[in-house]
Nanobody, 122 residues
Framework: QVQLVESGGGLVQTGGFLRLSCAASGRTFSNHVMAWFRQAPGKAREFVAD????????SYSYSVKGRFTISRDNAKNTVYLQMNSLKPEDTAIYYC???????????????WGQGTQVTVSS
């Protein structure tokens, strides 16, 4: 069982930055692929980024590649999402997720946090 708690969301202007954190409980954090998804009002939850168990491999959605960076610290049971050059279209609730398989499909992730709101003003 893994419990996830996100933090770091907030209101920022266009071009600004935020760093999201996701703290995990349990001793199996390092065995899980971690990912960030987001959900804007009226839209489906979409993949943002994921990272392998040892942090050596990452992937990003086209819309955030080059602006966002996912990382993890297995000693701290934490995964991060550094978000730079934010745009109004990045406004969403951001969720972290843990799973056993490398996937961009939300159905492949077993554990989810409660989400943190990110709002980018124009």
């Amino acid at each position: 069982q893994v419990q996830l708690v996100e933090s770091g969301g907030g209101l920022v202007q266009t071009g600004g930055f935020l760093r999201l954190s996701c703290a995990a409980s349990g001793r199996t954090f390092s065995n899980h692929v971690m990912a960030w998804f987001r959900q804007a009002p009226g839209k489906a939850r979409e993949f943002v980024a994921d990272i392998s168990t040892d942090g050596s491999t990452t992937s990003y959605s086209y819309s955030v590649k080059g602006r966002f960076t996912i990382s993890r610290d297995n000693a701290k049971n934490t995964v991060y999402l550094q978000m730079n050059s934010l745009k109004p279209e990045d406004t969403a609730i951001y969720y972290c997720a843990a799973g056993s398989l490398w996937s961009r499909q939300r159905e492949q992730y077993d554990y989810w946090g409660q989400g943190t709101q990110v709002t980018v003003s124009s």
